[in-house]
């Protein structure tokens, strides 16, 4: 069965520095898909990230960047120089291609606040 | 671009009573799905749709909820008699298909208030 854990459940950081949310996944399946997604205050959730477990080549997109590391069944987002507007909850989820219609799992989410 | 709608954002109801929380998935998507979050909770599935049929539900997914496709573009979750741990926030998502598969995308969802 597919698990996914986010060990943070909070996080509290100063603008501009640096912040990691970890998540560890489980499945037995050799395809399956990893996201990011973020949860504002206004409840909505928006993707921020999908990838594969064939590409295991980082990724950054502007102040983001995402470490896959199968070896360690890991997919960790870092936010550089972090600002007030990242303050939300962020989601890690899985979705098995083989075994389980790819139907999303979540994880518990880490609420992240960035203070002034 | 295009968006997957849900309406309405907001319901209030009395427990016992049957909900209907609508949804309006990208055109040409093939799959579909609902998930639930409880307030400070993560999210959860519910139920995935394909070709006019459940594909999987969760344990979740109790004779008390249903869904249907009524026409071409509406994709709608019903609950029965509703309780009140059944408050929550509904989240409609679709999904194209190979071979963009595994990209779904999420309506702004429902949040539903059971009383």
């Known amino acids: 069965a597919q698990k996914v854990t986010q060990a943070q459940t909070e996080i509290s950081v100063v603008e501009k520095e640096d912040v990691t949310l970890d998540c560890v996944y489980e499945?037995?399946?050799?395809?399956?898909?990893l996201f990011w997604y973020k949860q504002p205050p206004s409840g909505e959730l928006v993707f921020l990230i999908r990838?594969?477990?064939?590409?295991?080549q980082n990724e950054i997109s502007g102040r983001y960047s995402w470490n896959f590391q199968k070896s360690t069944s890991s997919f960790n987002f870092t936010i550089t120089a972090s600002q007030v507007v990242d303050s939300a909850v962020y989601f890690c989820a899985l979705s098995e291609a083989e075994t389980s219609g790819s139907r999303l799992t979540f994880g518990e989410g880490t609420q992240l606040t960035v203070n002034p | 671009e295009p968006e997957v709608t849900q309406t309405p954002s907001h319901q209030v109801t009395q427990m016992g009573q049957e909900v209907i929380l609508r949804c309006v998935p990208i055109s040409n998507h093939l799959y579909f799905y609902w998930y639930r979050q409880i307030l400070g909770q993560k999210v959860e599935f519910l139920v995935s749709f394909y070709n006019n049929e459940i594909s999987e539900k969760s344990e979740i997914f109790d004779d008390q909820f249903s869904v249907e496709r009524p026409d071409g573009s509406n994709f709608t979750l019903k609950i029965r008699s509703t309780k009140l741990e059944d408050s929550a926030m509904y989240f409609c998502?679709?999904?194209?298909?190979?071979?963009?598969?595994?990209?779904?995308?999420f309506g702004p969802g429902t949040r539903l208030t059971v009383l």
């Open positions: 499945t037995r399946d050799t395809t399956y898909y």
């Open positions: 998502a679709s999904r194209p298909g190979w071979p963009r598969d595994n990209e779904q995308f």
């Open positions: 990838r594969n477990s064939f590409d295991e």
